[in-house]
């Protein structure tokens, strides 16, 4: 994802204002299994960096096609080639694992599975080197994986779609734009048959040890409400301290996408400088835990058995 200029001033104070509210609830039980997420996540990283084109890429495709196979009730993959700025063709797949798929309420899930092919990040030693994505890639995917596995054991009363998109962390975010998020954007121009998602949250880069999500810019613009429902149930499964209640930076990132075609949609994102790793050739396996995926993945399940 891509940094924007942040809110104003009066307008996140505001924001600020009417977030700050109590919770005394005691934590509901534990759902997700995070040691089980972070098996996930070193076998994405096993793979090396999953840059469309590449061996990594392949192999990861093949992967989710055995792993997604029956994690649900339906699976929809998605295949396409995109051609790239350079004019390079690049072969490219979004999976969708649909639970309920006839339900018309229905919430979606998303993440990332490519990795990003150089580590131009701000803190990068070498931008030459790609990105070993065990954060930026992995974790997404690796939540989403936990959150299939919670809802195989008790199936949810509502529909959920879990969405493993492509392409996103490809190209310039600035001087080639067709080239990033393209697995979100062709997502949204062949969405799947039957009702749309009451909203949609991104998950990405989760995994980070000491993790903190501030409240994305773009999330707030876009979707206030479902911002709200999120914190709400952060608070709810005793990660207030994670989740923290007030504006961070604001990203083009896959949710945008998202937007742009009347989803309620919001982005999820543990991000630079909090994330020092961020694009960069670091951002590898003992940058990231178990336990952050336990809190990302705690929230994902009190907001799918609201
Ligand atoms: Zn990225």
Known sequence: ???????????????????????????????????????YLQTQV??????????????????????LAGRGDTLLVQSWGHVTARGDTLQL?????????????RVLFLAHWDTRPRADGPGSRDSTLPVPGANDGAS????????????????????????????????????????????SK???????????????????????KNLKIFQEGNSLLGAPEVVDLVWKGARQAGHGDV????????????????????IRAIDVV???????????????IDKVSAESLQAAGDVAMVLLRK
């Open 46 to 67: 096993a793979f090396g960096p999953r840059i469309p084109g590449t061996e990594g890429h392949r192999r990861m495709a093949a992967w989710l096609d055995s792993t």
């Open 270 to 284: 543990h991000f630079y400088p909090d994330y020092p790793y961020w694009h960069t050739p670091d951002d590898t």
């Open 93 to 105: 797949r979004n999976y969708l694992v649909r639970f309920n798929p006839g339900a018309e309420e």
């Open 140 to 183: 997404g995917v690796a939540l989403l994986l936990g959150v299939a596995d919670a809802l195989k054991r008790v199936p949810p009363k509502a529909g959920v779609d879990l969405l493993f998109v492509d392409g996103e962390d490809y190209g310039d975010f600035v001087k080639h734009p067709d080239d990033v998020l393209i697995g």
């Open 186 to 208: 062709y997502f949204a121009q062949h969405l799947p048959p039957g009702a749309q998602p009451l909203y949609a949250v991104l998950w990405d880069m989760v995994g980070g």
């Open 1 to 39: 994802m891509h940094l924007r200029p942040v809110l104003p001033f009066l307008l996140r104070a505001s924001l600020l204002a009417g977030f700050i509210t109590a919770c005394d609830h005691a934590p509901p039980p534990r759902e997700f299994n995070g040691a089980g997420a972070f098996t």
């Open 243 to 262: 989740f923290v209640s007030s504006p961070g930076y604001t990203l083009i990132d896959d949710h945008v996408s998202l937007q742009k075609v009347g």
